[in-house]
Each structure stands twice: as C-alpha cells, then as structure tokens.
C-alpha cells in the first residue's frame, strides 16, 4: 500500500517542544518569517488555478495579535505557522483569495497543505468548544501555543488536551462482493463503507466486528487494519480495516442505514452504486480493494 489519506501525511514539524517555550512563541510569532492561517467560519483561505493555500504574512494582519491569541501549528517550509479565527461577519482578504471548506480543499489542494489547513481547522474547532473547563464550570485559557487549554481557577487548573474521536471505518468482503450501505440524507445512490464510533472499554477489533453486525446482521471475522484518517469535521480519527464476512443475510438492525447491499467488483465499476467521494477513507478502501489482484 502506498501514499497516504487526504489530510493526512507529517509535513508538519509540529515542534512539541517548541510550545512550551513562552519566549520562543512570542519571539516567532513577530518574527518577518512567521505566517499565519485566517479560519473563517471554518473555512481556510486559497488562492489560484489549481489553488494553494494562502498563508498570510504579518503586513496582512492585526498586530496585536499574539502567541496568546492564535495556535502555533509548527513549522512549515522552514517557516513558524499560527492560525487564528476570524470572527467577523464578511469574508475579508480579498485580495489574497477566497474562504473554502475543508472538503472542497482536500480534493484540491497540495498534500501538504492539505494537512496543514485540516490541522489548523481542527484545532480552532476544538478551541471554540472549550471555552469552560468541565471539571469546575470556570473559564479556561490557551496553553502550551494553543494546544492545550488550562482551567484558570487557582484551585483546580485542570489542563485540557484536544478531543480526537476514533471511529472505525471497515471494508467487508466476500470472494468477488463487498458490503456497503447509504444513509437516507446522502445523494440518491451513494453507497459506502461501514463505519462507526468506536465505544468505551472496547478494542478497534471489537468496534468493527459490533458495528458492522449492528447496522447490517453481518458476522466478521479476520479484521485487518488497512490506514487512518483524520477527519475534522468536527474531531474524528478514521481508522480504516478490512474484514472478512462470516455471513451472508444482511438486516437492519439498529436503523442507521437505509439500504444495504452486497455489490460486485462489476457492480462497482459500472457507475452504480455511487462510490464515496475521492478524498475519504472510505474510497480509498473501495478502490484498494478493487484492484487487488
């Protein structure tokens, strides 16, 4: 197996011992070389035919910005990165290009920089969402160059890491056919891979074999990890197997699929079902298998 998923791929030196180094932040944050990556609405900012990202230099942003205020993501290119959120209510930057979802981006962008704004996303996200400590209720702040929160209550100070939810994501087999089912919101025809969330207490193994025979009575039995995924919508980890089925009579039994059906390597080459889209994990399973040997 070669190459990696979209978004990710370590082109980033994320530099963990960098962001415990106040003075290092503060210096690299106002250096000349520093750049920084605008999240609007979470939508990073692009540029050109075919588009590349557009990383800002500090003649393009507020100068009071600093370390405090934005999320030191490593250095890139040589370069330190920083993103930060915008919260006004117009896209600004105009100049420098156009706001894009991360969905648009993967199936676009370098690789690297694909990773880069998946990173940069995913960690504004989460920032967004921890704003108050769940320990005690009181406010908390950005650490560790925002990769970490901590609780600004002097008697507790729990420290708050990024939330990463792993869910598994399985290719089913059986001699020629694979497993795929639709969820009723996806386009008329769109078919994909089982997937679920993995549960607490359980293994990947355990979270495969439970989540494929929950959403369609199938039995599985050698389960074999193909690759992994990050998925920032909003903190998902993709972790991607093969299985073999040990059954054949597919029900619905827990309602999150509309449909599920046994397909053909034929069936799947004909323009129905409709595959996943190109930059998920997903497709990357179809394909892989489909052309096995």
């Not at 920089?113 to 967004?128: C, D, K, P, S, T």
């Not at 320990?135 to 929160?149: D, F, H, I, L, M």
């Not at 050698?222 to 991607?240: A, C, E, N, T």
Request: charged letters at 25%.
């Amino acid at each position: 197996m070669n190459g990696h998923n979209v978004f990710a791929g370590a082109f980033v030196d994320r530099s963990g011992h960098r962001r415990e180094d106040p003075k290092w932040l503060a210096e690299a944050i106002a250096s000349p070389a520093a750049r920084f990556a605008p999240v609007w609405h979470d939508k990073c900012l692009a540029a050109g035919e075919p588009p590349t990202v557009s990383l800002l230099c500090h003649r393009h942003i507020d100068p009071d910005l600093s370390a405090d205020d934005s999320v030191f993501l490593g250095m890139y290119q040589d370069r330190p990165v920083f993103a930060y959120e915008i919260e006004c209510e117009d896209p600004p930057f105009a100049e420098s290009g156009q706001f894009h979802d991360l969905r648009y981006l993967g199936s676009v962008l370098p690789a690297d920089e694909a990773n880069l704004v998946a990173h940069a996303v995913a960690l504004i996200n989460w920032h967004r969402l921890q704003k108050f400590c769940g320990v005690c209720g009181a406010r908390s702040r950005a650490e560790s160059g925002g990769n970490t929160r901590i609780c600004t209550a002097e008697a507790c100070t729990t420290r708050i890491f990024p939330r990463v939810d792993p869910a598994i994501i399985v290719l089913v087999s059986d001699g020629d056919q694979c497993l795929l089912g639709r969820q009723t919101s996806w386009p008329e025809g769109r078919y994909s891979t089982i997937a679920g969330f993995v549960e607490p207490g359980e293994s990947l193994e355990d979270a495969v074999r439970r989540e494929v025979l929950e959403e369609t009575n199938i039995e599985v039995g050698d389960v074999r990890y193909h690759s992994s995924q990050p998925w920032p919508f909003p903190s998902s980890l993709m972790l991607g197997f093969t299985a073999k089925a040990l059954s054949r009579e597919i029900e619905l039994n827990d309602g999150e699929l509309e449909d599920a059906q046994w397909f053909s390597r034929k069936e799947c080459q004909s323009g129905f079902p409709k595959l996943p889209f190109r930059l998920s994990i997903a497709r990357r399973l179809v394909d892989d298998w489909l052309n096995e040997d």
